[in-house]
């Protein structure tokens, strides 16, 4: 069994970008500029953008953080989007979901520009997603092609199956899979919850791609000798003989599929540091204007 290390791949990736940043700096030009808007007191929100700014700094990025009351009216959320969509000195920002519930997620990323939109959520970047066009690719699955592509793991012609269809994983990471393009040239099934035989499928696999939230649901039975494994989940797990009180778990029974993998992710430290890998790319990209010209 070989672990993706996805901590060390991102860090690896983010020498490469600050590399980028000090040849950018060096003439005096700016460095690049995320900004991320962080609204109400979720602690896993709050560790996530944390994150984010912190890996901002790492790299030589510019960042700031915005942050509301989780009482902001949806208007109050709308005008700091416009105000960042007009802002020169911004090259790409966030707004951290979930939102409070008096919050429509779909308008609010609705408003956001979709040249600024280095999450890759709004629906202009991920139609021309969908369509192979220039985007800015949704993290998550931009992070598991950059670690199928760096771990020179074989997708063409596989058969890979996906669990979970949600509109930031499990749906993208489908569509670019089985896209003309390296990594891609994949046969991929998607499973879902009215999926009828989960396991039948999953034993099929030769990539495995799970994001569904729920902690150890595929277990050594569900999988065949040589699979990849790439685990999406990232479940906080009560127990009290930790020390925050809770453990982190993947969607994936660890020991026992690792037992059967050729490759797995482990959780933490596998696909987690390489969603912030990718929205750095992202900026950067962003700053070089190199999707939208
Ligand atoms: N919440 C969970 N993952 C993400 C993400 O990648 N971006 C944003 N904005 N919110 C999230």
Excluded at 33 to 50: E, I, N
Excluded at 80 to 101: E, H, S, T, W, Y
Excluded at 158 to 163: F, S, T, Y
Aim: with cysteine.
């Amino acid at each position: 069994m070989n672990l993706i290390d996805g901590k060390h791949l991102a860090k690896t990736i983010k020498e490469e970008i600050a590399e980028q940043v000090t040849a950018i700096t060096s003439d005096g030009s700016r460095p690049p500029h995320l900004a991320a808007v962080l609204v109400g007191d979720d602690p896993a929100s709050q560790s996530y953008v944390r994150n984010k700014v912190r890996s901002c700094e790492q790299v030589g990025f510019e960042s700031s953080l915005i942050r509301k009351e989780a009482d902001i009216t949806e208007s109050e959320l709308l005008e700091i989007i416009d105000k960042l969509n007009a802002d020169d000195a911004i090259d790409g920002f966030i707004v951290q979901l979930p939102l409070p519930k008096h919050i429509n997620e779909e308008r609010v990323t609705l408003a956001i520009d979709p040249k600024k939109d280095v999450d890759g959520f709004h629906p202009v970047n991920f139609g021309r997603m969908a369509q192979g066009l220039s985007c800015y690719l949704p993290a998550t699955p931009f992070g598991i092609l950059q670690m199928l592509d760096r771990y020179n793991i074989e997708v063409e012609g596989k058969e890979c199956v996906v669990v979970g269809r949600s509109n930031i994983v499990g749906s993208p990471i489908s569509i670019l899979l089985s896209r003309k393009a390296s990594p891609g040239n994949a046969t991929i099934t998607l499973c879902h919850s009215r999926t009828k035989d989960i396991a039948f499928h999953t034993r099929r696999a030769d990539i495995l791609i799970v994001a569904l939230g729920r902690p150890e649901f595929i277990t050594g039975d569900m999988v065949k000798e040589g699979v990849v494994v790439i685990d999406v989940g990232i479940n906080r797990v009560d127990d009290e003989t930790a020390k925050r009180g809770y453990r982190l778990r993947g969607d994936v029974h660890f020991d026992e599929v690792a037992a059967k993998a050729s490759y797995i992710t482990p959780v933490p430290g596998g696909v987690g540091p390489m969603t912030v890998t990718s929205l750095l790319m992202n900026t950067l990209k962003a700053y070089r204007k190199e999707v939208y010209g």
